[in-house]
């Protein structure tokens, strides 16, 4: 029996020897089925890293879910991980292999070719230095390889494999593997992809995986792994400008305050001057502060904590930068946006942008095209759905540092979440500022909302009703104005059904429609606020979503939902305007209640049920309130 401290020294040994290797990144990726699991499995199979252990398990699975024949073992198995995977025979998730040769260590993400993972595969390439991308040699091209060959050129990643896979299903005939190679050469240099690399293989019998294939004499290139083992990945980071985004300002005691984060690029040594961004102060570095002590300088991907020489304020989402090549500083900007969310992206919706350790709240102020990925062609659209990438202007609440995601993927990527979920529902690319406000100012005046509130008498608010069509909104906001007018009070109402007349009349009913009808009233019943004005706004706005936006608007305590609750068999009942009807007949579609949703409010400031009780009531009850609260 070996002895336990030689085999501690083995152990020991070979982590040492891990640790000097080079390490590549890459995902498989392409379309369902090209075989992208199999592949990885004979990567690792045919390498011999694979353990007793992990062998007798692929062989007791084999046996299990295999998809290849009695006694055969079914190597996708080795990252088929999930249940679900297995049963179906698809990759779902994500999964992530180690494994090493004599020239180079590797982490491989394969991830899934259906559609609907879009979203998975964008997060496995998110942290890749290379892409293989598998074709099936029988189908050659198909959507699901164009996009993932679009999201790789987004995401700037530089080297490209195209495995041309199954080629013994084809009889190993050059024709096919050249045609397919022109074809994906073509398209990839409309991409942006230069220098790719075609390999014709077998992920199941293993030709050019490994080792060169006998079949395919034609071809005298290198073997995937051979290809991969020699690939060129000095890692750029080193050569960009230093970026150190603040993850935790570190203050254990009085004595010491520093600022930690992961070092996204260039290199960082004691002395150095910095620029602390957005807000533009400028120290110098006196001390590199790491768990194994104190360094003299420190590189990309490094974890550090930065004491600077002077009192400055600095906060989680600054970003710590080269004085002299400091990152871009703005407040909107143009990206690409890959879309992953079930619901559409709407212009207008707000969101929540993450970029690094900052946060922000963002909106798309403009759609400017939809990317068709089989042609490529930029199309006019008005949202983006599932999956699909298109060039949006967003603006945030905030000016954010960052640099084009070219530059530098770590400053220059975001991703969108969605504020009522907390999914994240979408990931973008930065290209380029926009300077379009920068020389804009909020220009303060000597009267101002308190003076014009204190001349009125009355704390300014927005009285926000909500309710489906027929509910009885504008009848009671017009019997709280009408008891509001006949007690002094300044007022002033906007209705769903008038402001279409004037301010939105270019406005149709779409979801996208909505929504920025719901941001232009919001911002109108700001001013009217500004103005001292107790404002009575009237409208069904259907979506939680455009509602908080609106009570972010204003200041706390100035928006009061008040929520117009009827069934909808009492609203189609009453129908005054006979929309119910034209809308069950088919006449009038995107009708909320009918064919578009309405999401009630979850904790309105008042809750009017408006089928058990008179408008007058019900306005009463409106007023009540106010004075409870001191608006009157």
């Known amino acids: 029996m070996p002895d336990r401290h030689d085999a501690a020294a083995t152990v020991d040994a070979c982590l040492r020897e891990q ?57 996708a198995l080795l990252v088929d991980g999930l249940a679900a995977e297995r049963e179906q025979g698809i990759t779902i998730d994500v999964a992530h292999r180690f494994f090493t040769t004599s020239r180079r260590a590797f982490i491989v993400a394969d991830t899934p070719g259906h559609e609907q993972y879009t979203r998975n595969m964008a997060t496995g390439a998110s942290t890749a230095d290379a892409a293989v991308l598998l074709v099936d040699a029988r189908k050659g091209l198909l959507t699901q390889t164009r996009r993932h060959s679009h999201i790789v050129a987004m995401l700037g990643i530089r080297h490209v494999v195209l495995a041309v896979n199954k080629m013994d299903a084809v009889g190993w005939d050059e024709a096919v593997f050249a045609r397919i190679a022109a074809q994906y050469r073509e398209f990839a240099a409309r991409l942006g992809i230069s220098g790719v690399d075609c390999i014709p293989l077998s992920a199941l019998t293993g030709d050019n995986v490994v080792t060169a294939s006998a079949a395919m004499g034609w071809y005298r290139g290198p073997t995937l792994l051979g290809r991969l083992e020699t690939m060129e990945i000095a890692s750029d980071a080193l050569r960009r400008p230093f970026r150190m985004p603040v993850q935790w300002v570190n203050r254990p005691d009085q004595d010491f305050r520093g600022f930690s984060g992961t070092i996204a690029g260039g290199t960082i040594r004691v002395g150095d001057p910095v620029a602390i961004l957005p807000g533009a102060r400028t120290t110098t570095v006196s001390r590199i502060v790491t768990m194994d002590g104190d360094l003299d300088s420190a590189v990309a991907h490094q974890a550090v904590t930065l004491v600077l020489a002077d009192e400055v304020d600095v906060s989680r989402g600054d970003v710590v930068a080269a004085m002299e090549a400091r990152p871009e500083v703005a407040d909107q900007f143009a990206a690409h946006i890959l ?43 008005r949202q983006l759905g599932l999956n699909e990438i298109g060039l949006c202007n967003l603006a945030l609440d905030r000016p954010v540092a960052f640099d084009p995601y070219r530059e530098n993927p770590q400053t220059g990527g975001f991703i969108l979440i969605d504020r009522m979920t907390n999914a994240t529902v979408g990931c973008g690319m930065i290209g380029f500022p926009l300077r379009r406000a920068s020389n804009i100012h909020w220009q303060r005046m000597r009267v101002d909302k308190a003076a014009r509130a204190a001349v009125n008498g009355q704390k300014p608010c927005v009285l926000w009703f909500t309710g489906l069509s027929g509910a009885g909104k504008s009848t009671v906001a017009d019997l709280v104005e009408q008891e509001l007018h006949r007690r002094g009070r300044r007022t002033m109402s906007l209705d769903g059904d008038n402001v279409r007349h004037g301010l939105n009349k270019d406005l149709g009913f779409t979801d996208a429609d909505r929504v920025e ?86 904790a309105p400031e008042l809750h009017l049920h408006a089928g058990d009780h008179t408008p007058q009531e019900l306005a009463t009850r409106v007023v009540a309130m106010l004075e409870t609260r001191g608006v009157i």
């Open 19 to 75: 640790e000097g290797k080079e390490l590549l990144r890459f995902l498989t990726c392409g379309s369902v089925d090209d075989g992208k699991s199999t592949l990885i499995g004979r990567l690792l199979y045919d390498s011999k890293r694979l353990c007793e252990d992990h062998l007798a398990s692929l062989e007791r699975d084999s046996r299990r879910y295999g998809t290849t024949g009695t006694g055969q073992l079914d190597l």
């Open 339 to 381: 879309w992953m969310g079930e619901q559409p992206l709407l212009p207008g919706r707000l969101y929540v942008l993450r970029l690094g350790t900052a946060t922000a709240g963002a909106q798309v102020t403009e759609l400017k095209h939809a990317v068709n990925v089989n042609s490529l062609e930029h199309s006019a659209a």
């Open 517 to 602: 009808n719901i941001r232009r009233v919001a911002e109108v019943a700001k001013l009217m606020t500004e103005a001292g004005l107790i404002v009575l706004a009237s409208f069904i706005s259907p979506f939680r979503n455009e509602r908080r936006m609106a009570r972010d608007l204003m200041e706390d305590g100035e928006f009061l939902e008040i929520f117009v609750d009827a069934p909808l068999e009492v609203c189609e009942a009453r129908d005054p305007k006979g929309l119910y009807r034209k809308a069950r007949s088919g006449r009038l579609p995107n009708f909320t209640g009918i064919d578009s949703p309405y999401e009630p409010p979850e």
